[in-house]
C-alpha cells in the first residue's frame, strides 16, 4: 500500500519571489521481509529581476528514495540565469550535487554496502532559445564532472568521470495539440581508463492530444504520452552509469472539476553498462482522484507491476496508493486577476 502527500506554498511571481515544495511518499509490502518504501523531497525556490531583461533563479533541493534494493540521498543547488533579447533568450546554469547512494551488491553477499558511494558533480549549462508564434527551440550544451569522495571503489576501480551533452530541444502547440522533445549525444570519459567510455544517443518526447472529437459526456478526455531515455548513476559492480529508458501512456478523463480518472501503462528499461545486467518493469493501473472545496485532493489508485531482472526470477505484484494533496498559492495579484485565476491542479509523484 502506499500513501503520499505534497505540499506547496507559492509567494510572489514567477519572476519576483519565492516557494517551497515538500512531497512525500511511501510504500509499505505485504511481505515483513521486505522494508518499505520511502521518497522524500524539500525543494525551496527564488527567482529575482536584476533589470527588465535579466532573471536570476536560484533553487536548493535535498531528496531521500530509499527502497528494497537502493539507498540514496542528494543535495542539489542550482543557479540560472536568464537574459531576453526579445524573442532570444540566452540562459546558463551551474549545479553543485552532493550524493550518496548504496545498492544491494553481490560482493555483499546481496545485502547493501558496508558504507555507501559519496560522489560530488559540478556541470554547467549555457544555451540559448528562440520563441516562435507556436512554441519555441533552442540548444545547450552540458559539461559536468563527477568526482567520489574516495580514490577507488570497494573493488579498486576508480570511477571519476566527465561528460559532455550538446542538446537539441522544442516545443510547439497545434490545433491544441502539445509536444515537446530533445534529442542529445552524451559522451561519458573515464580518465583513469578502468571503464570503458561510453557514448549514448539519449532523448525525450511528450506530447498531450486533447480527444474532444469523440463528444463524449466528459468534460475533458485527454492522452498523455511520454518517453526519454537518461544517464543515471549505479554502484553495481563493473558499472557506473544505468541507462533508462521510461515510456509510459495515460489516458486522462476529467468529468467535472472534481472528479478525474486516470488509467495508465509504463515501461522502465535500465540498463547497467559495462555489467551485462538489465531490468524490466512493465506497469498498469488506474487512478482516481476527487478534489474538495479548498484544494484538497484525494487520490486512490491501484495497479498491477511485472519485473524482470537478469539472474533473477520475474516477479509481479499488486498495489494500492492513497494520497493527498493540497496546493496554497499566496501570489501577489490584485482582485481583478484573482477573480479571473484558475487554481493550478495539485500533483503527485509516484
Do not use: C
Request: neutral net charge; without cysteine.
Amino acid at each position: 500500500m502506499t500513501q503520499s502527500a505534497t505540499w506547496d506554498y507559492i509567494r510572489g511571481s514567477d519572476k519576483d519571489g519565492y516557494a517551497i515544495a515538500i512531497a512525500t511518499n511511501n510504500t509499505v509490502y505485504e511481505s515483513r521481509e521486505v522494508d518499505p518504501a520511502t521518497a522524500l523531497g524539500l525543494t525551496f525556490r527564488h527567482a529575482f529581476s536584476l533589470s527588465d531583461n535579466l532573471l536570476l533563479r536560484s533553487s536548493l533541493s535535498a531528496v531521500h528514495d530509499q527502497t528494497w534494493s537502493r539507498r540514496s540521498d542528494a543535495l542539489i543547488w542550482r543557479e540560472r540565469l536568464d537574459y531576453d533579447i526579445g524573442p532570444l533568450r540566452l540562459f546558463t546554469s551551474v549545479d553543485t550535487k552532493v550524493t550518496t547512494l548504496n545498492e544491494r551488491n553481490i560482493f555483499a553477499l546481496g545485502s547493501f554496502l558496508p558504507y555507501p558511494e559519496s560522489f560530488v558533480t559540478l556541470s554547467v549549462l549555457p544555451g540559448v532559445l528562440y520563441r516562435l508564434s507556436f512554441g519555441e527551440i533552442g540548444v545547450s550544451l552540458t559539461a559536468s564532472r563527477t568526482m567520489f569522495r574516495f580514490e577507488t571503489d570497494y573493488l579498486g576501480l576508480r570511477r571519476n568521470n566527465d561528460r559532455v551533452q550538446p542538446n537539441l530541444f522544442a516545443s510547439a502547440t497545434f490545433w491544441g495539440i502539445k509536444v515537446e522533445g530533445s534529442l542529445s549525444y552524451a559522451r561519458v570519459t573515464f580518465p583513469a581508463g578502468d571503464f570503458d567510455n561510453l557514448q549514448r544517443l539519449l532523448y525525450t518526447a511528450k506530447a498531450t492530444i486533447p480527444l474532444e472529437l469523440f463528444r463524449l459526456p466528459i468534460e475533458k478526455l485527454t492522452l498523455e504520452l511520454s518517453s526519454g531515455r537518461t544517464l543515471e548513476d549505479t554502484t553495481l559492480p563493473f558499472s557506473v552509469i544505468n541507462v533508462s529508458t521510461l515510456s509510459d501512456a495515460r489516458l486522462v478523463a476529467k468529468f467535472n472539476p472534481s472528479h478525474a480518472l486516470t488509467v495508465f501503462a509504463r515501461r522502465k528499461d535500465d540498463e547497467y553498462v559495462g555489467l551485462g545486467a538489465r531490468a524490466v518493469t512493465t506497469s498498469l493501473g488506474a487512478e482516481y482522484a476527487y478534489t474538495f472545496d479548498g484544494g484538497l485532493t484525494a487520490i486512490v489508485a491501484g495497479s498491477w507491476r511485472y519485473t524482470q531482472e537478469t539472474g533473477n526470477i520475474p516477479v509481479s505484484s499488486l498495489n494500492l496508493q492513497l494520497g493527498l494533496s493540497k496546493r496554497i498559492d499566496f501570489s501577489r495579484t490584485t482582485t481583478a486577476d484573482a477573480s479571473r485565476a484558475t487554481p493550478a491542479a495539485p500533483t503527485t509523484t509516484r
